[in-house]
C-alpha cells in the first residue's frame, strides 16, 4: 500500500512559468514533509520542508502548500529555470514510525528554453 | 567539508555471490539509511540505525544485513546476489529524529 503518492509521472513547462507538482499521503500520523530534487547519476538532495503546524513554507522561487484536510502537498516553483529539470521526490514521516522517511516515486520535471 | 561516501559507485557481480556496499559519513550523525531506488517505485527503505550497534529492518529488507560498530560507517550486504536486486544504492544521513536527510551519490549493482 502506497502511503505517499506522486500521481504524474512527468511534468513539462516553459521557462519562466510555474511548475506545480503535487503529493498526496494517505498516513494521517504524517506530521512532516519534505521535497527532494535528484539529477541523474547524483544522490538526492533536499530542498525544502514543512511541518504539519504550518500549511504553506516558502524559500526562494519554492514554495510547498500542505493541506492536512486532504491530505496533499503541493511544490510551486515560480519561475522555472531549465536547471530545475529533475526528478522531484515527495517524503513525509511521524514520530510513530521513529520517523523513517516514506518517499513517493517521484516526478520528472522538464523545464523547456 | 563533511561528507557522505559511497563506494563502490559502480558493481556487476553474479547470483549467488556476497556483496557488500561501503557508506561512510563524516557528520558524525547518529541516523544513517540504506535506499534503493527502482524504475516505478522511487525510493525505498532497505534498513536503518539510529546509533552504534542498532539496526532496524526497512520496508525491503529480504535478502540484505547492514551493521553499526562505529558511527561512520553502515556497510550494506547481500549475502546471495540476485538478480532482483539489481538496482541503484543510496545511503543517507541526519543529525537526528527530524529534519533532511543527506544523501550519497549512490551505487549501482548489477546482478547477472
Known amino acids: 500500500d502506497q502511503q505517499v503518492k506522486q500521481n504524474s509521472p512527468s511534468l513539462s513547462v516553459q521557462e519562466g512559468r510555474i511548475s506545480i507538482l503535487n503529493c498526496d499521503y494517505t498516513n494521517s500520523m504524517f506530521d512532516y514533509f519534505l521535497w527532494y530534487k535528484k539529477y541523474p547519476a547524483e544522490g538526492p538532495t533536499f530542498l525544502i520542508s514543512?511541518?504539519?503546524?504550518?500549511d504553506k513554507n516558502e524559500d526562494g522561487r519554492f514554495t510547498v502548500f500542505l493541506n492536512k484536510s486532504a491530505k496533499h502537498l503541493s511544490l510551486h516553483i515560480v519561475p522555472s529555470q531549465p536547471g530545475d529539470s529533475a526528478v522531484y521526490f515527495c517524503?513525509?514521516?511521524?514520530?510513530?514510525?521513529?520517523?523513517?522517511?516514506?518517499f513517493g516515486k517521484g516526478t520528472l520535471l522538464t523545464v523547456n528554453p | 567539508d563533511a561528507e557522505i561516501t559511497q563506494s563502490p559507485r559502480h558493481k556487476i557481480t553474479e547470483t549467488g555471490r556476497q556483496v557488500t556496499l561501503a557508506c561512510h559519513q563524516t557528520?558524525?550523525?547518529?541516523?544513517m539509511f540504506w535506499y534503493r531506488q527502482d524504475l516505478g517505485h522511487g525510493l525505498r527503505l532497505i534498513h536503518y540505525?539510529?546509533?552504534?550497534?542498532?539496526?532496524n529492518k526497512g520496508e525491503v529488507s529480504d535478502g540484505y544485513s547492514v551493521s553499526r560498530s562505529n558511527t561512520e560507517d553502515l556497510p550494506l550486504t547481500l549475502e546471495s546476489a540476485a538478480s532482483s536486486q539489481t538496482s541503484v544504492y543510496f545511503c543517507?544521513?541526519?543529525?537526528?529524529?527530524?529534519?533532511?536527510?543527506?544523501f550519497g551519490e549512490g551505487s549501482r549493482l548489477t546482478v547477472l
Open positions: 540505525s539510529y546509533g552504534v550497534h542498532d539496526t
Open positions: 543517507a544521513s541526519r543529525k537526528g529524529n527530524t529534519g533532511e536527510l543527506f
Open positions: 517524503a513525509a514521516s511521524d514520530g510513530g514510525s521513529n520517523y523513517k522517511l516514506t
Open positions: 557528520w558524525n550523525h547518529n541516523n
Open positions: 514543512i511541518s504539519s503546524i504550518k
